[in-house]
């Protein structure tokens, strides 16, 4: 597999050499033995969308990998932007190692940003593995469009978009677009990017972004076949902090780049400050592992175990760059540094985008 996020994710977040230094041991998990045993994996989103595919993909390898080779079943419990199926997870979920959650940044915005209707706390959680991803804004031909340098040709154009949510992970896309200057309708209450895919498909929409590991298996068809256009990727971190071109998509335009097409100078300012802000919360830091806090050392480590483990297995490695594009899951002390990451926000940035959102989208946390 690539390694090129490898470069991303030390820059990342500031992080290994302080996580070490934590001393994050993990015991021996020698006699955890889940035999004969199911494991229940939530994904708080409908079918289909990056989640769910991370997931679907992860799982049969979990289970040849966790002692005793439990079958691992992936539950989908979408609503609320995510939150439905987390606080089932967090009112539910027992310390046993049978239930585990994965989260997305659609998960952790609406915690960071003080959502009502989040009634979990991620302090109350174990962290399993980390997996950053990226993802693509991708556009119909139908509005005259062909190439990613096309993209001007959206300015003044009437954009819809289906979200799920303004304060779930498709924040990034509401604050990137609104940088932009283009005129998007957003069309809350959808339950997975997977729908937002759907209803293009349907051309109920004509913008919308995936995940990587969604966009790999379900939109470059569409691109392929001609029905849809990448515009940009998000991008990744460098060494120095900066936003540069994914490199499971090294023949897209940054999301910095396309702004500066678009513009003709580098993104700036405060709208640009919260836009980076939830960015790096939501990529590199999005897709996470979780049991409930009492869960035994000995359990965690062996999911730790297990998810290390299945790297090194032929079938992960013949296909996981084509499913999850070239981004390393981690565990242990990256894995740590990076969910502190993923939940910690500036008390300024939490309010400049709550008013923003309150001001501009008549959306109050909670009532999207």
Do not use: C
Not at 302 to 321: L, T
């Amino acid at each position: 597999m690539t390694k090129d996020f490898n470069i991303t994710r030390r820059v990342a977040l500031g992080l290994v050499a302080g996580a070490m230094a934590m001393g994050l041991a993990q015991p021996a998990a020698a006699e955890v033995d889940f035999g004969g045993q199911t494991i229940e994996w939530i994904i708080p989103f409908s079918a289909g969308g990056g989640s769910d595919t991370w997931a679907r993909f992860n799982a049969p390898l979990l289970s040849k990998y966790l002692p005793g080779q439990p079958t691992v079943v992936v539950v989908n419990e979408p609503g609320g932007g995510s939150t439905k199926g987390t606080n089932l997870f967090a009112a539910r979920a027992k310390p046993d190692g049978l239930t585990i959650l994965g989260t997305s940044g659609s998960t952790q915005f609406p915690y960071l940003l003080g959502d009502p209707r989040v009634r979990y706390e991620y302090k109350d959680w174990k962290i399993a593995m980390a997996g950053p991803t990226g993802g693509v804004v991708y556009t119909t031909p139908s509005l005259g469009l062909k190439a990613p340098e096309d993209i001007a040709m959206l300015k003044g154009k009437d954009l819809v978009y289906a979200s799920q949510g303004a304060t779930s992970l498709d924040l990034v896309p509401l604050l990137g677009f609104r940088l932009m200057g283009f005129n998007v309708q957003h069309v809350f209450g959808f339950k997975g990017r997977g729908d937002g895919r759907l209803a293009f498909e349907r051309a109920e929409v004509n913008i919308d972004y995936q995940t990587s590991s969604a966009y790999i298996k379900n939109v470059k068809p569409l691109v392929d076949a001609g029905q849809a256009v990448p515009l940009f990727s998000w991008g990744v971190l460098n060494e120095a902090g900066e936003v540069v071109r994914d490199p499971t998509f090294p023949e897209l335009p940054s999301f910095v780049e396309a702004y500066q097409t678009l513009t003709g100078a580098a993104p700036s300012g405060p709208e640009y400050d919260a836009y980076f802000a939830f960015f790096t919360a939501g990529f590199p830091a999005q897709k996470m592992v979780f049991l409930p806090k009492d869960t035994p050392d000995d359990i965690v480590a062996a999911y730790q175990k297990a998810f290390e483990d299945m790297k090194a297995d032929p079938d992960y490695q013949a296909n996981a760059e084509a499913v999850l594009g070239t981004y390393e899951q981690v565990t242990g002390p990256l894995a740590q540094a990076l969910f502190e990451k993923g939940t910690t926000i500036s008390p300024d940035l939490r309010k400049q985008v709550a008013d923003m959102l309150a001001a501009d989208y008549g959306v109050k946390l909670g009532e999207e």
